[in-house]
């Protein structure tokens, strides 16, 4: 068939993908992507140097048809520090257009190839040394659709999974600098969906309302790792299985691979936050690699209940437990200020689960941290507690518990930061608790 007209391309940033195309012939499609290296946020107080298709990671979505003549302008920012250019896993011919695009800062490329096959394909700076390109932000989706069309869906969203290897670990703050060391080793201290830890939750959730069918174009940057990618409480009514034709039913968690893709259709029938991750699960609660679907509408409660219950459980014995390593590397904090301000953090990964956003605890389960007097009578139990966990009959605030608590595992100024927060919230005392404080008290 042969291709009549020319259009420019509409092209998106993440969450966001183009419109469906309507056309019902093949055409001429004009791409310009432009490559520049940009500083942004990858998490709170965590500065990168990215290197981008079009200023965001992932890169900017594009939408064609099988047979579209696609005709593409590489341009490369005059700022930019390095040359770039783009190998589109959708072309047929050498180097996927890497052999065409090279492209020096300040300058354009141009090339053209035909999409011949359609599905769901990854592109990304092939320029040497390739891995660093990809590992600093390189890469994006490009949707070759059918002629025939892909079944119509109420809503459609882009995710890009990807990771980052850091000099400093998890959350070490300010700018950091890539490690060839780590990314050789293949351990990232960040996973992440769209670029940055949060980039898809709370406020920048995706959305959608109960009753919808939703699609969403999951591509995985890499420029390592392999994502089992998964939504918690969901399960995938079609997967276009590695972002090509088969379409494979109700599957729970699906392979993505590095450099390539899946497209997962859901019918939502129940509101509520749908929590996305890659099920290597501590890449989700540890690295980043977690997103949110929020979705409004009426309960059906024949599907899902919700809670029906909640008795006390009490099962005897029990030890303390060990766990280790949940928190960032220490952060040395310079006065009482910074003490509160990163011990709330502290809280909120270590002690929130059970004690609560508001201190408050759980009634029969978890003391109160809030005015709880076992808290303000005595630093060095508080310490003790922190420190080596608890296990045993305490009274706090006239009411019994004898539960346990884990030692977490925290350090010393990890330790004192987080009392010191404690201590300065909820109508407590405002006691200051130091590392040497800490370090005082017997392990
Ligand atoms: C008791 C602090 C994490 C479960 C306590 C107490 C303190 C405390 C000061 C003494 C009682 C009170 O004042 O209310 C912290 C801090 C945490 C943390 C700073 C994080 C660094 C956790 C976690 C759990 C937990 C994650 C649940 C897995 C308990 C329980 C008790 C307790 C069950 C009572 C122990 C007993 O009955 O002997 N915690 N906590 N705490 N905490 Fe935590
Ligand atoms: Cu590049």
Redesign the pocket.
């Known amino acids: 068939p042969a291709i009549q007209g020319e259009e420019e391309a509409v092209l998106t940033y993440a969450p966001n993908v183009p419109p469906a195309i309507t056309r019902k012939h093949a055409t001429k499609v004009i791409v310009r992507l432009e490559t520049n290296e940009v500083v942004k946020k990858l998490a709170d107080d965590v500065e990168y140097t990215f290197w981008t298709f079009g200023g965001e990671v992932p890169g900017k979505f594009i939408r064609v048809r099988e047979g579209d003549l696609v005709e593409f302008h590489l341009s490369n920012h005059p700022d930019s520090k390095m040359p770039h250019n783009i190998d589109l896993h959708a072309v047929t011919g050498p180097g996927g257009g890497a052999t065409s695009s090279f492209t020096v800062p300040g300058h354009t490329s141009t090339f053209s190839f035909q999409a011949l096959n359609p599905g769901l394909y990854v592109y990304h700076c092939a320029t040497a040394p390739v891995g660093m390109h990809i590992a600093n932000g390189m890469y994006g989706l490009i949707l070759v659709e059918p002629v025939e069309g892909l079944p119509a869906v109420d809503r459609e969203y882009y995710v890009m999974q990807s990771e980052f290897y850091t000099q400093g670990e998890y959350g070490a703050p300010g700018l950091q600098p890539f490690s060839m060391d780590k990314a050789l080793s293949e351990t990232p201290d960040y996973v992440v969906f769209n670029g940055s830890v949060g980039a898809m939750a709370e406020d920048k959730a995706i959305t959608a309302n109960t009753g919808e069918t939703v699609r969403l174009y999951v591509g995985n940057g890499g420029p390592n790792l392999v994502s089992s990618f998964h939504v918690i409480g969901e399960i995938f009514d079609n997967v276009f299985t590695e972002g090509g034709t088969a379409i494979n039913h109700n599957v729970q968690t699906t392979l993505v691979p590095a450099g390539g893709s899946a497209i997962v259709d859901m019918k939502l029938e129940v509101p509520g936050t749908f929590i996305i991750v890659d099920h290597s699960i501590f890449r989700a609660f540890n690295k980043g690699a977690l997103g949110m679907l929020k979705v409004k509408g009426e309960e059906n409660l024949l599907v899902y209940s919700g809670k029906q219950s909640d008795a006390v459980y009490l099962p005897e014995g029990g030890a303390i437990q060990q766990v280790g390593g949940l928190a960032p590397g220490p952060r040395i904090a310079q006065n009482t200020e910074e003490r509160i301000h990163f011990g709330e953090r502290?809280?909120k990964q270590?002690?929130l689960?059970?004690?609560q956003e508001a201190g408050q605890g759980v009634e029969n389960a978890?003391?109160?941290?809030a005015q709880?007097d076992?808290?303000n009578a005595s630093i060095r139990k508080?310490i003790e507690?922190?420190k080596n966990g608890?296990?045993?009959k305490?009274k706090?605030n006239g009411k019994t518990?004898?539960?346990?608590?884990?030692a977490?595992g925290?350090s010393n100024e990890d330790i004192a930061n987080?009392?010191t927060y404690?201590y300065h919230s909820w109508g407590n005392n405002k006691s200051v608790v130091k590392p040497s404080d800490v370090a005082a008290v017997k392990k």
């Not at 978890?366 to 941290?369: C, D, E, K, M, N």
């Not at 518990?401 to 884990?406: A, L, S, T």
Request: hydrophobic letters at 50%; a neutral charge.
């Open positions: 502290i809280y270590n002690c689960a059970c004690h978890f003391p109160p941290l709880s076992y808290l508080s507690a922190v608890l296990t045993g305490i706090v518990y004898n539960g346990v608590m884990p977490l925290l987080v009392l404690i």
